[in-house]
C-alpha cells in the first residue's frame, strides 16, 4: 500500500522559512518521481515543484527563486525548502507521486497523495 506522510508544517511569519518532509513507502520510492503541490481554500491544487527519480527538478514559477525541492533516496524522504515565505503561499500542502520516474508537471499525472500539511504564513 503506497503511504505518504508529510510533515513540517506550521505559523511562521512573512520572510520567514519552513522545510517539509514526505516519508513514502510502499512502493520502490528510488524510481519514481516526487512532486508537492498546494491548495489554498478556495483554490485549485497547484504543482509548485516536481522531482524525478535522480535529482532532476522542476520549479513553480509562482516559487521560484524561494523553494527547492530535494530527494533522499536512502531514506525514501522527499523535501520541500521554502524560504522569504508571503501569506499567499498560506495553503495546505501535500506531496504526490505517479507510475513515472520523470518529472511529473502535471497534477492528473499523479495517483497518489499524502494527507497534506498545513503552512500557515502570517505575522
Known amino acids: 500500500e503506497v503511504q505518504l506522510v508529510e510533515s513540517g508544517g506550521g505559523l511562521v511569519t512573512p520572510g520567514g522559512s519552513l522545510r517539509l518532509s514526505c516519508a513514502a513507502s510502499?512502493?520502490?520510492?528510488?524510481?519514481?518521481?516526487m512532486g508537492w503541490a498546494r491548495q489554498a481554500p478556495g483554490k485549485e491544487r497547484e504543482l509548485v515543484a516536481a522531482?524525478?527519480?535522480?535529482?532532476?527538478?522542476t520549479i513553480s514559477d509562482s516559487v521560484k527563486g524561494r523553494f527547492t525541492i530535494s530527494r533522499d533516496n536512502a531514506k525514501n524522504t522527499v523535501y520541500l525548502e521554502m524560504n522569504s515565505l508571503k501569506p499567499e503561499d498560506t495553503a495546505v500542502y501535500y506531496c504526490?507521486?505517479?507510475?513515472?520516474?520523470?518529472?511529473?508537471?502535471?497534477?492528473?499525472?499523479?495517483?497518489?497523495w499524502g494527507q497534506g500539511t498545513q503552512v500557515t504564513v502570517s505575522s
Open positions: 504526490g507521486t505517479g507510475r513515472s520516474r520523470y518529472i511529473q508537471t502535471d497534477l492528473s499525472e499523479y495517483v497518489y
Open positions: 510502499g512502493f520502490i520510492f528510488s524510481d519514481k518521481g
Open positions: 522531482i524525478n527519480w535522480i535529482g532532476g527538478k
